[in-house]
């Protein structure tokens, strides 16, 4: 009897010829949404055993574990995305049961920002209290350029031009490369952390990354900081990602074109940056004495 293909397999398969998967921002996530399945039913789960009712029970479990229904839909449109790949480069050769139902996104959290304030507070927590110098240089990088985690932690030293004065951040989510401009309170900050890296192209120095094991690891020390230190709700509202937000807050309340700011972003669509810029009163005011009369 032929041996039956496998889950692993096909995952293995994606992994190593998808594009997006292969060397895109998306690759830790599809790793680790894809990885659900494999901790439900291992790698050597027959392929043409995956069925519709199969998908639900790991959904019901999921969620019976505390995901909520945006992990839900990424992990089923993992899934998805393995066999609708393999089934287009003809490694499977069955018809799929998919398309799998997803989950409406009621759950779904709004992410806040913090303030100039909190921010610096942040700042001297994490470094005179926490002595985590790392923590402190990554959540001041995070909150003057809007980059996202694992960009931060992605990025190589040489990507940093302090002649022209930018970051150019090539592992991007939606693998767009981008110019991030310097702030002047960042400089000091990556002239100390860049100091002597490789050229480019050498394998080395990431400007950030080295100092951490994974993305994980720097949410677990954020939720420490400010949920322990300083308060904040334990309730998703606050996390390591409000940086992004908060400085697309900061630039829009201080009169930045929204266009400029979709770009260092790296936002496709205007639409989405203007999800991430949260209204301020300071931003409203500012508008309000440019108006000529």
């Not at 291992?42 to 069925?51: E, W």
């Not at 009621?106 to 992410?111: A, F, S």
């Not at 920002?113 to 994490?126: A, D, F, G």
């Not at 991007?172 to 002047?184: D, F, L, M, S």
Request: charged residues 25%; hydrophobic residues 35%; aromatic residues 10%.
């Amino acid at each position: 009897m032929a041996k039956s293909l496998t889950w692993g397999e096909c995952l293995d398969y994606t992994l190593r010829n998808l594009e997006t998967w292969r060397n895109g921002g998306g690759r830790e996530s599809a790793i680790l949404y894809s990885g659900y399945f494999t901790r439900y039913q291992g790698r050597t789960f027959p392929v043409h055993r995956i069925s519709k009712g199969l998908m639900t029970d790991i959904c019901t479990s999921l969620e019976e574990e505390g995901k909520k229904n945006a992990t839900i839909n990424r992990f089923i449109s993992a899934i998805s995305t393995v066999l609708k790949y393999c089934k287009e480069n003809e490694v499977i050769t069955f018809d799929l049961p998919t398309p799998f139902k997803r989950r409406k996104e009621r759950d779904k959290t709004v992410r806040k920002y913090y303030t100039k304030e909190q921010v610096k507070e942040m700042l001297r927590i994490s470094k005179d209290y926490m002595f985590r110098d790392d923590l402190h240089d990554l959540i001041l990088a995070a909150s003057l350029t809007g980059m996202r985690l694992s960009e931060l932690l992605k990025l190589p030293a040489w990507a940093v031009d302090f002649n022209l004065g930018v970051i150019n951040v090539e592992m991007t989510k939606n693998e767009e490369a981008r110019c991030v401009p310097i702030h002047p309170k960042l400089r000091s900050t990556l002239i100390k952390r860049c100091d002597n890296a490789p050229p480019k192209g050498y394998p080395g120095v990431k400007v950030f990354g080295n100092d951490w094991n994974n993305a994980d690891a720097v949410r677990w020390q954020f939720g420490q900081l400010i949920h322990k230190h300083m308060d904040f709700p334990d309730d998703g509202t606050y996390v390591f990602h409000c940086l992004r937000h908060s400085f697309a807050t900061w630039q829009l309340a201080g009169g930045c074109p929204p266009i400029d700011l979709m770009s260092i972003l790296g936002h496709r669509h205007l639409q989405t940056t203007m999800v991430y810029a949260k209204p301020t009163d300071d931003g409203k005011r500012n508008s309000m004495n440019k108006l000529e009369f």
